[in-house]
């Protein structure tokens, strides 16, 4: 099943020649238009589940001021807290 993983890992690839260049600049531009493709396939698909989400709310908790200023998506904590987990 495993049969095309090498055992030993690969050597780096040196003193390629430059006639195969075009070859390399080719294969370098397919692999980050592959990527710009994921990833302007995937930008939509995170946007399009943001609009569920409701409201913002302050990421602090008690004793933790590392995120001061910002703002986390979603409802914030209950306004009449009766949980310890609603209370934050």
Do not use: C
């Not at 302050?58 to 910002?70: A, C, L, T, V």
């Not at 209950?78 to 949980?83: N, R, V």
């Amino acid at each position: 099943m495993f049969a095309a993983i090498p055992e030993t890992p690969q050597h780096a690839i040196k003193n390629r020649p430059l006639s195969e260049f075009n070859t390399d600049a080719a294969a370098v531009r397919a692999i980050a238009q592959a990527t710009v493709s994921v990833e302007l396939l995937t930008i939509p698909l995170y946007i399009n589940s943001m609009y569920s989400i409701y409201g913002t709310h302050q990421i602090n908790s008690k004793g933790n001021n590392y995120y001061k200023g910002r703002q986390w998506p979603g409802m914030a904590t209950t306004a009449d807290a009766s949980t310890a987990n609603e209370r934050g």
